[in-house]
């Protein structure tokens, strides 16, 4: 089992920036794929990005890339989504997410969640 908290969420204005961590117990993070989903009100919950277990791969949803950088650093057993040129439709409550395989942009893939931490973008 593995314990996931994501922190670092928060009010920011559009064009701004956040970077939310990931950190995890119970288990080394390096076992896990890591990946970030985000679900805004009314809205299913949707795929951000992942990493591999080595942080060698990362792959992200349209709607972020180019914006968002997804890392880990499993000797601190934490992960990382930086958000860049934020916009008032990445207002959601944000979550971190791990599986002991490579690869899903699923949420029903994945096998532990964090408790989620809301991000919201002002225009």
């Known amino acids: 089992q593995v314990q996931l908290v994501e922190s670092g969420g928060g009010l920011v204005q559009a064009g701004g920036s956040l970077r939310l961590s990931c950190a995890a117990s119970?288990?080394?993070?390096?076992?896990?794929?890591i990946a970030w989903f985000r679900q805004a009100p009314g809205k299913e919950r949707e795929f951000v990005a992942r990493?591999?277990?080595?942080?060698?791969?990362?792959y992200y949803a349209d709607s972020v890339k180019g914006r968002f950088t997804i890392s880990r650093d499993n000797a601190k057993n934490t992960g990382y989504l930086q958000m860049n040129s934020l916009k008032p439709e990445d207002t959601a409550v944000y979550y971190c997410?791990?599986?002991?395989?490579?690869?899903?942009?699923?949420?029903?893939?994945?096998?532990?969640w964090g408790q989620g931490t809301q991000v919201t973008v002002s225009s």
């Open positions: 990493i591999s277990y080595s942080g060698g791969s990362t």
């Open positions: 997410a791990a599986r002991g395989r490579p690869g899903a942009t699923k949420a029903y893939e994945y096998e532990y």
């Open positions: 119970g288990r080394t993070l390096s076992m896990y794929t």
